[in-house]
């Protein structure tokens, strides 16, 4: 059983920075790629960025130059620094891990950005 399990989520204030970590555990042979999602209220959830197993990486163009998203394979673990938050980057943040030709999802976490 492939687990995700996510960290780092809190209340900010704008301008400040966040670092979310999410780390896969169970049985694993191979990940491809990972990607961080959001779901503000009201909204659909959208596409963040995403970061191949060979390090192509992809942003939302609103939070390119202030997120950076990264992987650690060795910890099965993906990173999404964010800095320069900003009041409409409240939302629900997922993260999402392609294991064995399989999506998974972690549970979510709630970042609030105060004004």
């Known amino acids: 059983q492939v687990q995700l399990v996510e960290s780092g989520g809190g209340l900010v204030q704008a301008g400040g920075s966040l670092r979310l970590s999410c780390a896969a555990s169970g049985r694993i042979s191979s990940i491809d790629a990972m990607a961080w999602y959001r779901q503000a209220p009201g909204k659909q959830r959208e596409w963040v960025a995403s970061i191949t197993s060979g390090g192509t990486i992809s942003y939302l163009d609103s939070v390119e130059g202030r997120f950076t998203i990264s992987r650690d394979n060795a910890k099965n673990t993906v990173y999404l620094q964010m800095n320069s938050l900003k009041p409409e980057d409240t939302a629900v943040y997922f993260c999402?891990?392609?294991?064995?030709?399989?999506?998974?999802w972690g549970q979510g976490t709630q970042v609030t950005v105060s004004s």
């Open positions: 999402t891990q392609y294991i064995d030709n399989l999506d998974y």
